[in-house]
């Protein structure tokens, strides 16, 4: 499996710069012949006071201008959505194919430590379960920012099978030192996009978006700059190292509530 990750800043508010940046880095994520490409959360969006009101459905038009650049293809594109429906707002992750969205997660712990736009639980509805999809016959998890704070979540997905996790984020970093326990401890590829740039405060957003083996090493990571790193990665392997690891298979499962 190629997995392409995308560091990208955006522009609060700006949706067509940041959609037209968008496809410009999975064009070239693409030309590399990645099998999924990712992105950081609140892609097109960001955080802004009219958040509302520059939400899209899931098929909406970002969705459907990934879809088109994905004609003929069998790779994926993985997103932060800005995601409203009849029901209310959430922050939406969908997985984007040539013939339409194959899943689409929404971000189940939302932040409320902060202020204005950052205050999440006064914008959106919190989602309500874990998502997954299959990408050449492995079993993918998705988790956006602070749903990661919380080891259950990775926990939670390697139980359901899963090899490979993506996590998105928009905060001021997310390296390898944040995602290294988490792959180790449950033998799970993880693979984390982050923004980079100003934030809505002019805050600099350093990214660190990175790719880490399910034994926790780093395969790629970038910081401070835009940009597309690639790696190959072999889930094949996660059965077995999952079986030989001391902190997922010495569990006690009978003593935890």
Partial sequence: MKIAVVQQET??????????????????????????????????????????DLAEPVDGPTTRAFQGLLEGSDARILYGLTER??????????VVTA????????????????DGVRHEPTHYTAGDRLVTFDLLGHRC???????GDFPEVTRSYAELGCSVLFWLNNRGSRGHEEVVNLARR???IIASA??????E??????????ITDADGSLLAEIWDEE????????????????????????????LYV
């Fill in 11 to 52: 522009l609060p508010g700006k949706v067509e710069a940041n959609r037209q940046k968008a496809l410009h880095h999975a064009r070239e994520a693409l030309s590399l012949k990645a099998d999924i490409v990712l992105f950081h959360e609140e892609l097109t969006v960001g955080y802004v006071d009219n958040l509302r």
């Fill in 85 to 94: 429906d009849e029901q209310g707002w959430y922050i939406g992750a969908p």
């Fill in 99 to 114: 013939h339409g969205v194959d899943a689409n997660y929404r971000k189940t712990h939302l932040w409320w430590k902060a």
């Fill in 141 to 147: 998890g998705i988790m956006i920012c602070y749903d």
């Fill in 186 to 188: 449950n033998s799970i």
């Fill in 194 to 199: 982050c923004c980079n740039g100003a934030n």
């Fill in 201 to 210: 405060r002019g805050a600099s957003c350093r990214g660190g978006s990175n």
């Fill in 227 to 254: 940009g597309v790193i690639i790696a190959h990665v072999d889930p094949t392997r996660v059965p077995s190292l999952r079986e030989q690891n001391p902190w997922f298979t010495g569990r006690r499962q009978d």
